[in-house]
């Protein structure tokens, strides 16, 4: 049975975020503008009392466009040993939940190349060709529309 999702504090995304998605990277790099917007949601999943998965979703459009309605997911990552069994998941459909009531109107990210399989599987796609990210190498801008 999987576990649950919880509200977290942007220091206990940090930790995770430093982790799985920055090892070795400085701390300041863990910190994103929009983390402490009013409107940004830090999502948390948890086994038992453990956290395994993160997610932050906040209110911000892609780049070169002006939509107040986009929200960006950011931050995402699952702890190795639960990949697969359905956390990465449960926590994008509570961000697209929060952008929905929100009012957004498109969910985006930058995805890592190896986890485009992912974000096509809950109807993101593809805009563009991948373009690098230093040190965290390639990425595709994925996004959907929202109802």
């Known amino acids: 049975m999987i576990g649950d999702l919880r509200q977290i504090d942007v220091h206990a995304a940090r930790i995770l975020r430093h982790q799985l998605l920055r090892p070795g990277r400085p701390a300041d790099e863990l910190v994103f503008p929009g983390d402490d917007a ?3 949601l830090h999502s948390g999943a948890f086994e038992e009392e453990r956290l395994v998965g993160i ?3 906040m209110c911000e459009p892609p780049p070169d466009e002006e939509d107040d309605r986009a929200w ?3 931050g995402m ?3 190795p040993e639960v990949r697969g069994r359905g956390y990465g998941g449960l926590l994008l459909e509570r961000c697209v939940e929060h952008a929905v ?4 109107r498109l969910l985006w990210c930058n995805a890592r190349a190896g986890a485009v399989g992912f974000y ?3 109807g993101l796609t593809a805009r563009g060709e991948a373009f690098d990210i230093p040190d965290l190498g390639p990425h595709y801008l994925m996004s959907r529309t929202l109802s």
């Open 72 to 74: 960006r997911v950011r």
């Open 120 to 122: 096509r599987r809950y």
């Open 38 to 40: 009013p409107d940004t």
């Open 101 to 104: 009531n929100h009012g957004g």
């Open 55 to 57: 997610a932050t979703i």
């Open 77 to 79: 990552a699952t702890l």
